[in-house]
T-cell receptor, first 119, second 113 residues
Framework: AQTVTQSQPEMSVQEAETVTLSCTYD???????LFWYKQPPSRQMILVIR??????QNATENRFSVNFQKAAKSFSLKISDSQLGDAAMYFC????????????????FGQGTILTVHP | DVKVTQSSRYLVKRTGEKVFLECVQD?????MFWYRQDPGLGLRLIYF???????EKGDIPEGYSVSREKKERFSLILESASTNQTSMYLC????????????FGSGTRLTVV
């Protein structure tokens, strides 16, 4: 079974500082992709960033970047220059099905990390 | 702007009632999903549909059923609501391989009293 683990239930950061949220996963697949989602108090889940496993370069979207370590099965999210609007729950997600099967396309989510940003 | 729309943001139902949660997407996505979100447990998959009239059980299907008669609509049905089904319900849709991730609805917070 493929699992996703977020070991930090809560994190906090000062405005303008940098914070890293951790995520580890377990899979026997060699080609896959991973996601980080943000859920603000409004509840709307928003895709933050996406990483393809075959790409060695870490994905970056403005202030958000990942540290993807395939051998270690680690996929952490770094938020630079944190802003008050970054306060949310963050989920990492990973496909649970096998390529080619009808179950392909289902994502399994971590438990979530609540990020608080202090002014 | 592409959307996944959940019909209700808040619902309060009585124990034993039959409850329908509706979800509509306008992106012509093949896949649709119902997840349940509870504190400390993350998102857990209830049911998944990869095509019209096709469905697959997720991790926690007990007490739920689904219907997908049209590609754009995926309904979650609680046949006889119980208090342990009080939760946040999230609908999502994606392309067949979820290569670009999911698009989520805004969620329905269901309270069963």
């Amino acid at each position: 079974a493929q699992t996703v683990t977020q070991s930090q239930p809560e994190m906090s950061v000062q405005e303008a500082e940098t914070v890293t949220l951790s995520c580890t996963y377990d899979t026997s697949e060699s080609d896959y992709y991973l996601f980080w989602y943000k859920q603000p108090p409004s509840r709307q889940m928003i895709l933050v960033i996406r990483q393809e496993a075959y790409k060695q370069q870490n994905a970056t979207e403005n202030r958000f970047s990942v540290n993807f370590q395939k051998a270690a099965k680690s996929f952490s999210l770094k938020i630079s220059d944190s802003q008050l609007g970054d306060a949310a729950m963050y989920f990492c997600a990973f496909p649970m099905g096998h390529a080619g099967g009808t179950s392909y396309g289902k994502l399994t989510f971590g438990q979530g990390t609540i990020l608080t940003v202090h002014p | 702007d592409v959307k996944v729309t959940q019909s209700s943001r808040y619902l309060v139902k009585r124990t034993g009632e039959k409850v329908f949660l509706e979800c509509v997407q306008d992106m012509d996505h093949e896949n649709m999903f119902w997840y349940r979100q509870d504190p400390g447990l993350g998102l857990r998959l209830i049911y998944f549909s990869y095509d019209v009239k096709m469905k697959e059980k997720g991790d926690i299907p007990e007490g739920y059923s689904v219907s997908r008669e049209k590609k754009e609509r995926f309904s979650l049905i609680l046949e006889s609501a119980s208090t342990n089904q009080t939760s946040m319900y999230l609908c999502a849709s994606s392309l067949w391989d979820s290569f670009n991730g999911y698009t989520f609805g805004s969620g329905t917070r269901l309270t069963v009293v």
